[in-house]
């Protein structure tokens, strides 16, 4: 039984968020939903908490659940499973989360959800979810500057122990790396194979078995030290408003993500996929260019509007009928490292579906599948050496009201067993060129590559 008091407690207001979630970075279960510094006004929320009630972890035997000391295996459906410990609890005014579940989704989830072949090798051997249930976070609101702790705790004692941890500012951690990358970093593909299953890809499109494929290749390099010092660079680095870093037992997940893939506040739906990429120019003249380059491209458009289409027909499965609408069309977001085409598609969620029905449905984001999306999943799993893991999955908040919010895990990183992946790729249509869609997948992997770099053994 929960400690009742009230919901919501004023803290100081520290702009900097990862200074704050250092207090609990290495905690096992740390979550730490970033929207990017706050100097460069790319989002307005961050969200941190540790010590969840109750943990659901999914992997080949089922769905493992620990609360109260006990953990026993499920076979249902995790995001059922998710949902059942989630009582409806009513919203914080103009606060995006008052507690909840938080955690990943990864892109092999959806093997659950559709009967897909298994052709690539599973190097990742992490749970295909982790997701905790956290009865209490700090939300960090940067437009009004204001930050609060938010939700309930098991006694008042808690609760101000909490108060008194968070309103302490801690110093920033000065002096040497305490992460390094130990090996250089591999690729799963060499440009001849990239080749070879773009090729294949062409033909597939050809035959009309499809109209749109994403191709990612793999890169890896072993490491050792702190996670939490890599994803404090990596933010500098590529800061992004769908960032995350989380540290679940064995596996620490470090997101820079642009993309947004599902939200839910108050009913509204709304989605924003990206396709369409042109890499940052060192002067504004040439930047400019990309850009004007990037918003008249046909190819670009058509790829774009095709994941536009798709999403809209995966979002209205669970939303009002004539409510789903695209309100932004070929907008143009600029990052440290490359320019994106975004639209925006948004809907009313009927009253009788939960988040977790969308986003179970719409499962794994289409603008990183391609279309129609179980051919195109199909087709990645022949020609992609690896299965990706959390790449394209997706990191998530899915509060005790209602809300959510999620990213697609691109400009992500994952540790595991001393090793240190990312993925970087694009969608190939009719009319790609093989040479311009295999730079794209190395502009993509600036940022990542340049984070490696910089903690490279010398």
């Not at 520290?14 to 207090?23: E, K, V, W, Y």
């Not at 949902?83 to 955690?103: I, R, S, T, V, W």
């Not at 982790?130 to 209490?136: D, F, L, P, S």
Request: charged share 25%; net charge negative; with cysteine.
């Amino acid at each position: 039984m929960l400690f009742e008091f009230p919901q919501q407690y004023s803290l100081p207001y520290l702009a900097d968020s990862a200074r704050l979630f250092s207090h609990i970075a290495k905690q096992p279960w740390s979550i730490f939903l970033d929207s990017g510094l706050s100097e460069k006004r790319q989002g307005r929320f961050d969200i941190l908490a540790t010590d969840p009630i109750a943990t659901l972890v999914t992997d080949a035997e089922g769905t493992t659940l620990c609360a109260n000391g006990k953990c026993e295996i499920s076979q249902n459906d995790p995001f059922s499973l998710i949902k059942d410990y989630l009582p409806h609890q009513e919203a914080l005014p103009n606060l995006p989360f008052n507690g909840g579940a938080m955690g990943y989704f990864s892109y092999d989830l959806g093997r659950r959800l559709e009967t897909l072949p298994e052709l690539a090798q599973d190097a990742e051997n992490i749970p295909d979810m982790a997701v905790g249930i956290y009865q209490w976070a700090i939300v960090i609101d940067h437009q009004e500057q204001e930050s609060y702790l938010v939700g309930n705790a098991k006694s008042e004692q808690e609760w101000q122990s909490l108060i008194h941890t968070f309103s302490a500012y801690p110093h920033s951690e000065a002096g040497e790396a305490k992460f390094k990358i130990t090996t250089a970093v591999q690729s799963n593909m060499t440009e001849s194979s990239y080749t070879q299953a773009f090729d294949r890809i062409k033909k597939y499109l050809k035959e009309g078995d499809c109209y749109q494929v994403n191709l990612a290749q793999r890169f890896e390099a072993e490491c050792e030290g702190d996670l939490w010092t890599a994803y404090c660079a990596l933010r500098q680095l590529n800061s992004a408003p769908f960032s995350g870093y989380f540290n679940v037992p064995g596996v620490q997940i470090l997101s820079s993500s642009p993309e947004r893939f599902l939200k839910v506040s108050g009913g509204c739906v709304e989605t924003k996929p990206i396709k369409g990429t042109r890499p940052r120019k060192s002067s504004l003249v040439e930047n400019q260019e990309q850009i004007e380059a990037l918003k008249n491209s046909p190819k670009d458009r058509a790829e774009n509007l095709m994941i536009v289409d798709l999403l809209r027909n995966d979002i209205s499965k669970n939303c009002v009928d004539g409510s789903v609408k695209v309100p932004k069309l070929f907008d143009i977001e600029s990052y440290a490292t490359v320019h994106h085409l975004v639209s925006t598609v948004s809907g009313k969620l009927k009253p009788e579906y939960h988040a977790l029905d969308l986003l179970r449905s719409c499962f794994p984001g289409g603008s990183i599948t391609g279309a129609p999306k179980i051919r195109a999943m199909e087709i990645i799993e022949e020609l992609e050496p690896n299965r990706r893991g959390v790449y394209c999955g997706s990191l998530a908040y899915i509060g005790f009201d209602g809300n959510m919010d999620s990213n697609i895990t691109i400009r992500t990183l994952v540790h595991s067993n001393n090793s240190i992946r990312f993925w970087a790729g694009g969608g190939i249509v009719y009319d790609s060129v093989r040479k311009e869609e295999y730079q794209e997948s190395f502009d993509k992997a600036a940022a990542m590559l340049a984070l490696l770099e910089q903690f490279q053994v010398k």
